[in-house]
């Protein structure tokens, strides 16, 4: 009898083992996001609540497809990739898998932002994001110097602005050149000829506008150094960037193009073979709590699509998010769309023979 009572302890002994150690497990939340959307503070309180804690990985949108796609969408138990960025990715590679909306507090998510990301992730009639993070990309200027000249992307290529411009050698200049010379991109991303044909277009402008270039900057760090050095008094930048620089310098700030300024929506999305779906549920809902949503805006820069969200954002930047935009500007914010397959191969050549000619 003791031997059975010796190997029953033992049976449970390692029972209880193995479901400690699936517990500790599944109180790890593994998350793939962006610089600023997972504050401390925030991952503290969520651990305090839920009793689960969250690894975060930084990252942009190619590393995580790179990673996602590298492990068939294991190694993450969420990510966040921007919204246009998913059913591509999804039809390609199957690194995601569709997200159980009755386990979303949508009631506490802006109505318009939700049913948009919900259209552009939907792949084969399943759902594949919802929102979190937004943000826009326009004009960084000195108004005071720049101001009267520059009033759409194209303006950077200006005769008076000239040797005094920057901005990058990627996608959002070839669409922000586009729409401000009267051409629609986004409606065209089915047609490849006419996307080619567009593409052709603006390669010619930017060419023609290199001399205006003082640089082509690859980071915000960069940037903001050339605006500060007053090397740069226009440029083409993330709303956040202009709102940081107005802080010390209030001649400059972020300005939205006569055109429109491009708008991007970073997403929650399940990577394919999550281990802690529950906890990714939990971490959605609570960071679009008002309280919690505020503090992320605060620590990021960018709002969220949380309701009430800007509740407790600070003051200044509120203050400088709507001297920036009006109602207007805001209505006229191109989201970008879902990128069809092959475009982006297609930008890759226009850019490459942008950089090297002379």
């Known amino acids: 009898m003791k031997k059975f009572k010796g190997l029953f302890a033992g ?103 939700l ?80 996307y080619q044909g567009i593409l052709d277009t603006v390669t010619a402008k930017l060419i023609d506008c290199k001399a205006n270039v003082k640089a082509y900057w690859t980071g915000g760090d960069q940037l903001m150094g050339l605006i500060r050095s007053g090397e740069v008094k226009a440029a083409m930048a993330w709303d956040t960037g202009g709102w940081k620089l107005n802080k010390d310098m209030a001649d400059v700030t972020f300005v939205a193009p006569k055109s429109g300024a491009l708008g991007w929506i970073d997403t929650f999305a399940l990577p394919r073979k999550t281990k802690a779906e529950d906890a990714a549920y939990k971490w959605i809902n609570f960071v679009m709590q008002p309280e919690i949503a505020s503090m992320i805006t605060n620590t990021a820069g960018n709002f969220t699509a949380a309701k009430g969200g800007d509740a407790n954002v600070d003051a200044d930047l509120k203050a400088r998010f709507n001297a920036s935009f009006s109602q207007a500007d805001i209505d006229n914010i191109k989201w970008y769309p879902t990128v069809p397959a092959g475009l982006e191969e297609m930008e890759g050549k226009a850019l490459d023979k942008i950089n090297a000619a002379n």
């Open 11 to 113: 049976v449970v002994a390692i029972a209880a083992t193995t479901s400690l150690t699936n517990v500790a497990q599944a109180e790890t939340l593994r998350l793939l996001t962006w610089g600023g959307y997972a504050p401390e503070a925030v991952i503290e309180k969520f651990k305090s609540e839920t009793g689960i804690d969250v690894e975060v990985t930084k990252s942009n949108n190619e590393d995580m497809i790179s990673k996602l796609r590298a492990t068939g969408g294991a190694g993450f138990d969420l990510a966040q990739p921007s919204q246009d960025r998913i059913s591509g990715a999804q039809a390609e590679f199957d690194i995601y898998k569709p997200i159980d909306l009755s386990k979303i507090d949508s009631s506490q998510m802006i109505t318009s932002m």
């Open 115 to 194: 049913e948009a990301t919900k259209a552009n992730t939907t792949f084969d009639g399943e759902v594949y994001g919802v929102p979190h993070v937004w943000g826009t990309s326009g004009l960084v200027m000195n108004t005071k110097e720049a101001g009267d000249t520059v009033k759409d992307y194209a303006d950077l290529c200006d005769p008076a602005v000239a040797g005094r411009v920057s901005y990058r050698l990627k996608r959002p200049t070839l669409i922000g050149f586009a729409y401000s010379m009267g051409l629609d991109p986004f409606a065209a991303y089915n047609d490849k000829a006419k």
